[in-house]
């Protein structure tokens, strides 16, 4: 079993010898420099030995309200009431004593004696000696500040994802009778194909596919922090005709060419998230691919268990520097003057770790990149 330094054994005697002749906390440490240092620390101590408290130092007093005198003078190890936490402080003493490296922390919730409630951290280290362990040493931090400010970015994240989810479904209605008006012009009005009035109403849908891209990309960013999905078997042939009709104007306006696999495995996800991914994949191989852009879809089932995903275009490959950056926030490539926010590739990654899969990249010898995705084999 792993040993704390003898002073610390050599401490717990001492305890035990001079019980009954002098302040608990003397017997500890007698060496002035010793408990001068212990006083001047930034945070709380605690030794406990034989299940009581036997020494704190003036900053675990501060913290907790009490008096020295007050904290190291209960019997039997007996605190007050509004500490359920040291209770479960001790109880991890007692069951970590056994363990070969006898140490461990938590966070537990205390109530001073004025009344005020605060979170403290404690690390702590059990002493043994051969199966003997009774002495351990607690370093405690106050963290009120910090989990009140975890807390209060939890509830803005929570209410910006509110906020994004509001927004984004009042624009559906709206945008929904943009484009059903603008395509009955189209089709029926006085601006059909040959008008020289087209050209505007063409700009209208195209505008109003970009918004709903948006939007879609807007609700899926505030629903893949927090909302749970369960995963099941995805009709892939299906979700990929699905995100190419969303792409089919940008395709066009590219001069795309994209070949995709018959067949495509099927494998366990979430069929709204995992279609975003072929729209981010596919819009990015196809703004950032050769003129024109050649892109091909496919998929290859592993040995493992799992599948892997793939959009292979014919543009400049990446370095490895620019491979470690591309999925993160606000990242995207300068190797073209296209339009976007960079967020796409981030989102990718979110719901690929959110679905217990992966995101893949490499450049390609013969040129251009593939970009992937692993998910398990269904």
Same mark, same amino acid.
Request: hydrophobic letters at 40%; aromatic letters at 8%; charged letters at 25%.
């Given at each position: 079993m792993?040993q704390?330094?003898?002073?610390?054994?050599?401490?717990?005697?001492?305890?035990m &010898?001079?019980?009954s002749?002098?302040?608990?906390?003397?017997?500890v440490?007698p060496?002035?420099?010793?408990r001068t240092?212990? $006083?001047?620390?930034?945070?709380?101590?605690?030794i406990?030995?034989?299940?009581q408290?036997?020494?704190?130092n003036?900053?675990?007093?501060?913290m907790?309200?009490y008096?020295?005198?007050e904290?190291?003078?209960?019997?039997?190890?007996?605190f007050?009431?509004?500490?359920?936490?040291?209770?479960?402080?001790?109880?991890?003493?007692?069951a970590?004593s056994?363990?070969?490296?006898?140490?461990?922390?938590l966070?537990?919730e205390?109530v001073?004696k004025?009344?005020?409630?605060?979170?403290v951290f404690?690390?702590y280290a059990?002493h043994c000696?051969?199966d003997d362990?009774?002495?351990?040493?607690v370093?405690?931090?106050?963290?009120t500040?910090?989990?009140?400010a975890?807390? +209060?970015r939890?509830?803005l994240?929570?209410?910006l994802?509110?906020?994004?989810?509001?927004v984004?479904?009042?624009l559906?209605?709206?945008l929904?009778?943009?484009?059903a008006s603008?395509?009955?012009?189209? %089709? $029926?009005g006085p601006?059909?194909?040959g008008?020289e009035?087209?050209p505007y #109403?063409d700009?209208?849908l195209?505008?109003?596919?970009?918004?709903?891209?948006?939007i879609?990309?807007?609700?899926?960013?505030a629903?893949v922090?927090?909302?749970q999905?369960?995963?099941?078997?995805?009709?892939?042939?299906s979700?990929v005709r699905?995100? #190419?009709e969303?792409?089919?104007i940008?395709?066009r306006?590219?001069?795309?060419v994209v070949?995709v696999t018959?067949?495509?495995?099927?494998?366990l996800?979430?069929a709204?998230?995992? $279609?975003?991914?072929?729209?981010?994949?596919?819009?990015?191989?196809?703004?950032y691919g050769?003129t024109?852009? &050649?892109?091909?879809?496919?998929?290859?089932?592993?040995?493992s268990?799992?599948?892997?995903f793939?959009?292979?275009?014919?543009?400049?490959?990446?370095?490895?520097?620019?491979q470690?950056?591309?999925?993160?926030p606000?990242k995207r490539l300068?190797?073209?003057? %296209?339009s976007? +926010?960079?967020?796409?590739?981030?989102i990718?990654?979110q719901?690929?770790e959110?679905?217990g899969?992966?995101?893949?990249l490499?450049?390609?010898l $013969?040129?251009?990149?593939e970009?992937?995705?692993v998910?398990?084999?269904?």
């Open positions: 792993t704390t330094p003898d002073v610390y054994w050599h401490a717990h005697r001492r305890i &010898r001079h019980r002749q002098v302040p608990i906390w003397a017997a440490f060496q002035q420099s010793l240092f212990l $006083e001047e620390m930034w945070d709380g101590l605690m406990i030995a034989d299940d408290v036997a020494y704190v003036d900053q675990l007093c501060e907790l309200g008096s020295r005198a904290l190291t003078g209960m019997p039997g190890g007996m007050p009431v509004e500490w359920p936490g040291l209770r479960v402080l001790f109880d991890a003493l007692r970590d056994d363990r070969e490296i006898p140490s461990g922390d966070e537990f205390i001073r004025d009344g005020v409630r605060r979170w404690a690390r059990i000696e051969d362990c009774r002495m351990a040493f370093v405690m931090t106050d963290i500040e910090r989990r009140e975890m807390e +209060e939890e509830q994240i929570r209410d994802s509110t906020f994004a989810q509001t984004a479904h009042g559906k209605s709206p929904t009778l943009v484009r603008a395509e009955v012009l189209a %089709v $029926e601006v059909a194909p008008s009035f087209y #109403l700009t209208i195209r505008g109003e596919q970009v918004m709903r891209n948006m879609q990309e807007l609700l899926l960013l629903g922090s927090n909302q999905v369960e995963t099941r078997p995805l009709a892939m042939d979700i699905s995100a #190419l969303r792409l089919a940008m395709t306006d590219y001069g795309a070949s018959a067949n495509l495995p099927t494998a996800g979430y709204p998230w995992i $279609e975003e991914v072929w729209v981010n994949y596919i819009s990015n191989a196809i703004k050769g024109p852009p &050649r892109l091909h879809l496919g998929a290859t089932v592993k040995a268990g799992w599948v892997h793939w959009v292979r275009d014919n543009g400049i490959g990446l370095t490895e520097e620019e470690s950056q591309l999925f993160r606000f300068t190797q073209k003057a %296209v976007g +926010e960079g967020l796409g590739l981030s990718v990654a719901i690929l959110r679905l899969g992966r995101v893949t490499r450049a390609l $013969e040129g251009g990149n970009f992937g995705f998910l398990p084999n269904a």
